[in-house]
Structures are given as C-alpha cells and as structure tokens.
C-alpha cells in the first residue's frame, strides 16, 4: 500500500517536486498527502496546487509560541493521514515536542556532507573554507538541529572557480537524486528508526549509504 506522507516547505519547493515526479514515475511507493508551508508567498504552494495536491499554509506569525505551532502542525499533519514528513527546505526550527511525536517518521535533506556544516550558507562556508568535497545528506531528524542520524548522502568535488550559485545548483540536483530513494525506502520498509539510529534492511547504519558524483 502507498505510504501517504506530508512534504513541508518554505519557499519554491524543487525538493517536493522531485518527490512528487518520483512518486508519479514509481520511485516512491507512495503519495503526497498534503503540503504544508510556513511562508503564505512560498512558490511552492502554487506549484502544489497546478499539481493537483492538498496543500495549507500555517503561518507563525498567528501569535503561537514554537510549542503551540507545533501542536497546531502536528494537528493538520495528523488529519491528512501522513505516516512519514519530509522537510524540503522547511526554514523553521521544530519544537521538540513536535519532533519527539513524529521521531522516527521525520526526515530531512540538508546541503552539505553533515556533520560538517550545519546550518545555513552552506555553499558560501565550503567555498570559503577552500573545501574540495561537497555534497547532501538526507537524515533523521532529532531535537538538536541537523545532528540526526545520517542515511545517504551524494558527494561531489568542487571545482575550481566555481562560483555559489553554480555549486547550489549542482548540489540541488544531487537532493533530487538521493531524497526520493531515502523517501521510497521509508515506504518499502527498508528503512527504520530503531533506538535512536537508522537501519536499512534489517541492519543499522554505522555510516550513511554514499552516491559519489563528478
């Protein structure tokens, strides 16, 4: 049976849309059962709608307070029958009592080879830092911010002179490749969350799945 999940966004959405070609063309053995976004002028609610998907802004400026936002998030998730969310480019942090209700069925995809980098401008630090290796990662989420178990991630060298915007886009296109597998294996029951750590066909992942790219 397709897993219904949510894809939660904030701005114009490539990552949903890639989960959403995936799920069309049978790369996900699933359906997106609701968008949600934070932002009411997200590109990506439009996009949604075109697409034919449910879609609902919860905006935080409705007076809310992070725990009480995650309640009412929590609440519209519940109701859509979503069994796995997946935060596209999701720019609010989560309280932790909204991430200890949905461990486990709480992914992420992040733009650099986490541990390393964390955060925010990303492509900006590794350019700066003089890094070779860049890259994404799709990984559990927990309460501290980006420090969730790791499940696979898509390397790439960076090139010389290669500006921020060039390495974004390069990387982008790396998320769309790795973030439905991640999201599939969740809905084919390949991949769990057992005792705080991922495992991926009945074995945990001492280190994430690599997706080696030029």
């Known amino acids: 049976m397709a897993l219904p999940f949510a894809v939660l ?6 990552n949903l849309l890639a989960l959403e070609r995936a799920t069309r063309d049978g790369r996900i053995d699933g359906r997106i059962a609701i968008v949600v976004s934070d932002r009411a002028d997200a590109a990506g609610i439009p996009a949604a709608n075109a697409l034919g998907l449910a879609t609902a802004v919860l905006e935080p400026d409705r007076g809310l307070d992070r725990a009480a936002y ?6 519209l998730l519940e109701k859509s029958g979503a069994g796995l969310v997946a935060l596209a480019g999701f720019m609010r942090i989560l309280d932790g009592g909204f991430v200890r209700r949905w461990q486990g069925r709480l992914l992420n995809i992040h733009p650099s080879l986490l541990p390393a980098y964390p955060g925010l401008h990303t492509h900006r630090r590794v350019l700066e830092a003089g890094e070779r290796a860049h890259g994404c990662t799709v990984h559990y989420v927990v309460e501290e911010l980006d420090a969730g178990p790791a499940i696979i991630q898509a390397r790439l060298t960076v090139r010389p002179g290669e500006d921020e915007a060039v390495l974004s886009a390069r990387v982008r296109r790396l998320e769309h490749i790795i973030y439905p597998r991640a999201v599939d294996w969740c809905a084919g029951g390949r991949l769990e969350w057992r005792d705080g750590a991922a495992w991926l066909d009945g074995k945990p992942l001492q280190a994430p799945i690599v997706e080696e790219d030029a």
Not at 9 to 14: A, D, E, F, P
Not at 70 to 75: I, R, Y
């Open 9 to 14: 966004i904030s701005g114009r959405g490539s």
């Open 70 to 75: 995650g309640e009412a998030l929590s609440a």
